[in-house]
């Protein structure tokens, strides 16, 4: 089974700051990752596809790169919006998910 | 607009059966593969089950084969999780999840999520 860690759990930012976080793959699974976002009580959302690529209607502030192994998602510039829990997830076999950054507020 | 809506969670006794329920819209239902996540109460996503878009291919993570059984009805724009033995651990949010990509067998990044619906496995 490939596991999926999240890098860091929490991540203390504020409104503007540029944040990064990292995802590590147990193996390679080359760019078949995603990224999500999660509010309390409410479904995931899909930011990020095949490690980079943008889904429709996500703001241009959120970005994915990486592949093999490591991937990181980044906020260019935190808005009050994106203060949530972000998932990363690998299909390059079957389905897994990472246990999750939160971001809060600093 | 795609539109997933989960039912049939609720309270069941350990050990005992329970079936979801996934109707969905705004889009081909039979040409994409769909997908079972749940998130038990305070923790991250976990797969559960997935199914490919003829319904002929079918998986399952570890925690739960043997006991739960996806199916779908195409005719019905449905998907199910037939769940038996029913544990405390299973107690979780279900979510039905589409694919993105209609040429995957039974993952990819998941587009679409219904709202969920709330097991809970308790005496």
């Known amino acids: 089974d490939i596991q999926m860690t999240q890098s860091p759990s929490t991540l203390s930012a504020s409104v503007g700051d540029r944040v990064t976080m990292t995802c590590r793959a147990s193996?390679?699974?080359?760019?078949?990752l995603a990224w999500y976002q999660q509010k309390p009580g409410k479904a995931p959302k899909l930011l990020i596809y095949?490690?980079?690529s943008l889904q429709i209607g996500v703001p241009s502030r959120f970005s994915g790169s990486g592949s093999g192994t490591e991937f990181t998602l980044t906020i260019s510039s935190l808005q009050p919006d994106d203060f949530a829990t972000y998932y990363c997830?690998?299909?390059?076999?079957?389905?897994?998910f990472g246990q999750g950054t939160k971001v809060e507020i600093k | 607009e795609v539109q997933l809506w989960e039912a049939g969670g609720g309270l069941v006794q350990p050990g005992g059966p329970l079936r979801l329920s996934c109707v969905a819209s705004?889009?081909?239902?039979?040409?994409?593969?769909m997908n079972w996540v749940r998130q038990a109460p305070g923790k991250g996503l976990e797969w559960v089950s997935g199914?490919?878009?003829?319904?002929?291919?079918?998986y399952y993570a570890d925690s739960v084969k043997g006991r739960f059984t996806i199916s779908r009805d195409n005719s019905k724009n449905t998907l199910y999780l037939q769940m038996n033995r029913l544990r405390a651990d299973d107690t979780a949010v279900y979510y039905c999840?589409?694919?993105?990509?209609?040429?995957?067998?039974?993952?990819?990044?998941?587009?679409?999520w219904g709202q969920g619906t709330l097991v809970t496995v308790s005496s």
């Open positions: 999840a589409k694919v993105g990509d209609p040429v995957v067998t039974v993952t990819s990044e998941f587009d679409y």
């Open positions: 705004g889009f081909t239902f039979g040409n994409y593969a």
């Open positions: 199914i490919s878009g003829s319904g002929d291919g079918t």
């Open positions: 193996q390679t699974i080359s760019n078949w």
């Open positions: 095949k490690a980079s």
């Open positions: 997830q690998q299909y390059h076999s079957y389905c897994r």
